[in-house]
């Protein structure tokens, strides 16, 4: 189904069967971080309220399905494209999309190494030392951004809780 309809859903399955050879449709997913907002998708949904139906869409777009896919097949040859992904919403500007960060960081802990220990750390290292970050003493003496990205990736660490990121969780989720 994804080769042909490149349904990132599809991507994420595909993802969860390790094959080899289908490293390539992953690697080529992760690299449309570069591309403009057309390949974003919508998923729609309706929700029951008191005064009738409500619709409401998600959009997610194939890079975060295919970091997606990487949270459930953490190769090694997706590694190299990570901290590009991570410095293309860090810099030029500091620019926080909840989702493709929370999917960044579940992607990042799924490798549960000190690969990833480190990336976390310089992550919120360079969000701290930003020069769009505000200065003063917001979140944890980080700035304001930190509160955001602290926010996803307490979100990640949620979905997959894993006692070898204890420590970032506590230095860097949200508060309890």
Known sequence: MYVEEHDGDALIALARFQREEDTVYVLENLRKYRLSDDDWIYYWYTTSKSAGVDYHYQKRNLTECALLAVAEWPHEQFKPLLPEIRDSFLYPILLHNTSRSRYFFSALMAYRSPWALDMIEQTFEMI?????????????????????????????????????????????????
Do not use: C, I, V
């Not at 951004?145 to 989720?173: C, I, T, V």
């Open 128 to 176: 701290k030392n930003h020069p769009n970050n505000p200065p003063e003493d917001f979140y944890k003496g980080m700035g304001r951004y930190s509160l955001y990205f602290g926010e996803s990736f307490d979100r990640a660490y949620e979905l997959n809780p894993d006692q070898y990121f204890d420590e970032l969780h506590k230095k860097y989720g949200r508060e309890k």
